[in-house]
């Protein structure tokens, strides 16, 4: 029996969602067509589709009047409408759906990029508990940082200072990256570390505990500690009132999201708050006054850590540091991480040029690839090289990357930006040492070269 998946969303989530999804499995059952359906409602996702349901389908319905996420259908042929169109002509959408058997996406990506993508997935798909949902908040967290330190960056191009004078250009970009998307930074990486463990009753009262993480200068560390609570006191109180079901529906809009903002709320301001301020302002202080040869500790160690596992937890772990420092002014592991970050594809690109007897044909081919990937700071590329022969390749990558971390601390480099690779570093101002700091991410990526090509063994010419 032909399988098909379905994700069914509406803005309110609480009847058009259910209506379409029912029509849609009335239908599929009518024709002799199995459907599994997902739907997002306002108490969150229900029937989630796995990575297994997805691979068994033929193709795709998602019957939304809200965005959803489709990256998780890559290659899968996708029919599109609106839950109203999915109430009234269920049976039309399947037809259609059918038809699109076989056909596979329009996307048109290299096989090394959907390799690393892949890995990327499977990763995602594998992650579970605290990493799981301290990643999502981080994800979603990410752009803000990523377009609020690069809008930064570009108002130091009038000047490190010029910002300070009220109306003019550099006052006005400051105002948007460092006021506005920064400011939502801590709240938003709260917001989704809640949406993660409670699904949509979690999201306003992590974004609320974390806004007030904010204010009580517990900075990144306090909307952590915030959106767990949030979390999990929305899920609590999800899982444990019952309502009549007429008053159901009331629920996830107003008795969960008052209550679980409430908590939250005088627990951060009474009891957990003033603590948490306290470790973040040991530890900014600990970082601002630290000796050489402490900076030059810590570059080893997240430069270590951020090649070990190439976008996974301990990599994630790494960035998170760096960048929740961004908030407090602190920027030198931020650039050390960048450094750290870009080495791995690019050591092994260069390995693929310098050494071309070390790797078959199609990871010299790969290694162009790579390249890109290195200098747009995305560290998965290393990944399809790692996998196929781990035990050489991880120790060449976590020596290149920490010499390069070392070499940024060391050389007291600085990056404004949290992201965008060598793209950024034509921005005036956004890198400190710049010149430097270009030597430590030249310097990790020909250590990495090296010590690849002296573990490696010559490939038999067939």
């Known amino acids: 029996m032909k399988k ?24 599929a059952k009518e024709q002799g067509v199995a459907i599994k359906v997902e739907t997002r409602g306002s108490i969150g996702v229900e029937n989630e589709l796995t990575p297994a349901d997805i691979e068994e389908a033929v193709a795709v319905i998602i019957a939304a009047d809200a965005k959803v996420d489709e990256e998780k259908f890559q290659g899968k042929p996708i029919v599109r409408s609106s839950t109203g169109e999915a109430i009234k002509n269920a049976k039309t959408l399947i037809d259609k759906t059918l038809s699109l058997e076989g056909k596979a996406s329009s996307r048109q990506i290299t096989d090394f990029i959907r390799e690393v993508e892949q890995r990327k997935s499977e990763r995602r798909s594998q992650a579970t508990g605290f990493y799981k949902h301290l990643m999502t908040g981080v994800s979603y967290m ?20 010029a910002f300070k004078q009220e109306g003019t250009l550099a006052a006005n970009l400051m105002r948007i990256g460092g006021g506005s998307a920064f400011a939502l930074m801590v709240p938003i990486l709260a917001g989704y570390i809640a949406f993660s463990i409670a699904d949509r009753p979690g999201l306003a009262p992590g974004i609320i505990g974390g806004m007030l993480a904010t204010q009580m200068g517990a900075g990144f560390l306090g909307g952590i500690v915030a959106g767990f ?36 709320g005088l627990l951060l301001i ?29 570059g080893f160690i997240l430069g270590a850590m951020i090649a070990f596992d190439m976008g996974g937890p301990v990599n994630k772990a790494a960035y998170t540091f760096a ?45 162009k690839a790579a390249a890109v990937l290195g200098i747009s700071f995305i560290t998965e590329g290393a990944i399809p090289f790692a996998a196929s022969d781990p035990f050489r390749v991880i120790p060449s ?36 040492h710049l010149g430097l700091y270009s030597l430590s991410i030249a310097i990790g990526t020909l250590v990495t070269a090296l010590m690849v090509s002296l573990l490696k063994p010559n490939k038999e010419i067939k």
Not at 147 to 161: K, P, R, T, V
Not at 332 to 349: R, Y
Request: net charge neutral; glycine share 10%.
């Open 4 to 27: 098909i998946v379905a994700v069914t969303s509406c803005p309110t989530g609480i009847a058009h969602t259910y209506m379409a999804a029912e029509a849609l499995q009335k239908a």
């Open 323 to 367: 960048v929740g420092l961004l908030g407090s002014n602190i920027y030198e592991p931020q650039a050390a991480v960048m450094a750290a970050g870009m080495t791995p594809p690019l050591g092994l690109a260069l390995a693929t040029l310098l050494f071309p007897k070390k790797f078959t044909s199609e990871e010299r081919e790969a290694g």
């Open 142 to 161: 990410i752009p803000f940082v990523v377009a609020g330190g690069i809008i930064i960056a570009l108002s130091f191009i009038f000047g490190i200072e």
């Open 229 to 264: 609570l949030a979390g999990y006191v929305a899920k609590f109180l999800r899982d444990n009132i019952k309502l009549p079901a007429g008053l159901e529906g009331l629920k996830p809009v107003l008795i969960i999201p008052l209550i679980s903002t409430l908590i939250v």
């Open 397 to 432: 990558i976590v020596a290149g990357s920490a010499v390069a971390g070392v070499l940024s601390m060391a050389f007291n480099a600085t990056l404004r930006a949290p992201h965008g690779g060598i793209f950024v570093l034509a921005i005036p101002n956004a890198v400190g």
């Open 270 to 298: 009474y009891v957990i708050g003033t603590p948490v301020k306290v470790i973040m302002d040991g530890l900014e202080h600990w970082l601002t006054s630290m000796s050489r040869g402490n900076a030059v500790i810590l």
